[in-house]
């Protein structure tokens, strides 16, 4: 639900322009040239579900999701995954 009321609003579907434009920003700002995002990943921990037995439950022994993110030269979103630990 999160994903589709803000999806289209602060991660727009990736085009030859939102790449390029980021290309030219990370070569300027960063002095990184070829490069059109930075990614990281983290594990959201969060309240195990009702009834979701082991779904959530990874090594970390923990309730978990991993959110994967690639933001542009000025720390904007480019795209964005989020993965259900099973």
């Known amino acids: 639900a999160v994903w589709t009321k803000l999806q289209p609003t602060y991660i727009p ?3 030859r322009e939102i790449r390029q434009e980021a290309a030219r920003g990370f070569c300027e700002q960063w ?6 995002g930075s990614t990281d990943g983290k594990h959201v ?3 195990y579900p009702k009834d979701s037995g082991s779904q959530y439950f990874p090594y970390l022994q ?4 991993v959110l994967m993110a690639t933001v ?3 720390y904007k979103f480019i ?3 989020i993965l259900r630990i099973r």
């Open 13 to 15: 579907e990736p085009t």
């Open 31 to 36: 002095d990184v040239p070829n490069c059109i």
């Open 45 to 47: 921990t969060l309240k």
């Open 62 to 65: 923990k309730c978990s999701l």
């Open 72 to 74: 542009g030269p000025v």
């Open 79 to 81: 795209c964005a995954d």
